[in-house]
């Protein structure tokens, strides 16, 4: 395995600028999920996907984001019009079914800055 | 409302000292338990799981974690602290089903003195 990828490392934009981050899961995971983690805080979860379908949303994730997953293999998570309360390190993780259990593997994360 | 609270933001150990952080969740069922270390700019990092069956579980780089029902606590071990352990440890709970969002604690910050 070649653990979960996420790219780009960092961003930096400028408030009201549209953003985009892609996460590469661990080959064959069919689950894959998105969190947001601000200063001394722990992650907290945005979205999650079963393959392609996107099966459950948290209230965070406002009109402004949209997350993907269009063959069930990379995600990439969008943020329109980003405003300095979305800065955050967004973390990605992937996982595979199995039976009731359920571990989560994390990538690095990006780390977006809006000035 | 499912919770984890980790009443230690920051601990400073010795080097070669023992190591005990704190965890305890609120939830309704025996949820599924897990240690994770972040370093500084870094991603997390999986260090143990529970799910079922033995309550004292071993994970990588000598860390343990013991699950205590009554007292709702999983509290992670470490019997002899190195340089290299300084970093961000986050406690999580999830429903004891699969694909389900992990809930985290804030985290503890570890230090470790020469």
């Known amino acids: 395995d070649t653990g979960v990828s996420q790219d780009p490392r960092h961003k930096i934009t400028k408030r009201g600028q549209n953003v985009t981050f892609r996460c590469d899961p661990i080959?064959?995971?069919?689950?894959l999920y998105w969190y947001r983690q601000t200063l001394g805080q722990g992650p907290e979860f945005l979205t999650y996907?079963?393959?392609?379908?996107?099966?459950?949303k948290s209230r965070l994730l406002s009109d402004r984001f949209s997350a993907e997953r269009p063959k069930g293999s990379f995600s990439t998570l969008e943020i329109q019009r980003t405003e300095q309360g979305d800065s955050a390190m967004y973390l990605c993780?992937?996982?595979?079914?199995?039976?009731?259990?359920?571990?989560?593997?994390f990538g690095p994360g990006t780390r977006l800055t809006v000035l | 409302a499912q919770s984890v609270t980790q009443p230690d933001i920051h601990i400073t150990v010795s080097e070669g000292a023992s190591l005990e952080l704190r965890c305890n969740y609120s939830?309704?069922?025996?949820?599924?338990l897990f240690w994770y270390v972040q370093s500084p700019g870094q991603g997390l990092q999986l260090l143990l799981k529970?799910?079922?069956?033995?309550?004292l579980v071993q994970g990588i780089k000598g860390f343990e974690a013991e699950f205590k029902r009554s007292q709702s606590s999983f509290n992670l071990r470490k019997p002899s602290v190195h340089w290299s352990d300084a970093a961000e440890y986050f406690c999580?709970?999830?429903?004891?089903?699969?694909?389900?969002?992990?809930?985290f604690g804030k985290g503890t910050t570890l230090s470790v003195s020469s």
């Open positions: 996907f079963q393959n392609e379908a996107q099966l459950e």
């Open positions: 529970y799910f079922s069956g033995d309550t």
């Open positions: 080959s064959e995971h069919n689950r």
């Open positions: 939830y309704g069922a025996t949820p599924y």
């Open positions: 999580a709970v999830a429903p004891p089903l699969a694909g389900t969002a992990l809930i």
């Open positions: 993780a992937s996982s595979l079914a199995s039976g009731r259990t359920d571990t989560q593997y």
